[in-house]
């Protein structure tokens, strides 16, 4: 089984920045896209950026110009990028991969345990 394991969470405030990774345990056989979502207290989880294997990203309205998703394809891992924070960016970050463990696995989707975001003064 796939893990991922994320970093870089923490406490920041406004206007701060952080960096999150996330590191897939393995090598996989292929990956299609890595992603990033969050959850904040009572809210739904949503999709906060995403990036294909072609490097095509796309990110929520709410992050566009302040977040910056990136990948190593060498590493299998992603980074999100995240400036300019703002108390309501505050949530926990799930990272996720879809791809094939291997050749003739089927697509899955891998999640990360989360990791927790605060922007407070």
């Known amino acids: 089984q796939v893990q991922l394991v994320e970093s870089g969470g923490g406490l920041v405030q406004p206007g701060g920045s952080l960096r999150l990774s996330c590191a897939a345990s393995e090598i996989m056989f292929s990956i299609y896209r890595m992603g990033w979502y969050r959850q904040a207290p009572g809210k739904q989880r949503e999709l906060v950026a995403d990036?294909?294997?072609?490097?095509?990203?796309n990110y929520a309205d709410s992050v566009k110009g302040r977040f910056t998703i990136s990948r190593d394809n060498a590493k299998n891992t992603h980074y999100l990028q995240m400036d300019s924070l703002k108390p309501e960016d505050t949530a926990n970050y799930y990272c996720n991969i879809d791809g094939r463990r291997r050749l003739g696995s089927p697509s899955v989707r891998y999640w990360g345990q989360g990791t927790q975001v605060t922007v407070s003064s």
């Open positions: 990036i294909t294997s072609g490097g095509s990203t």
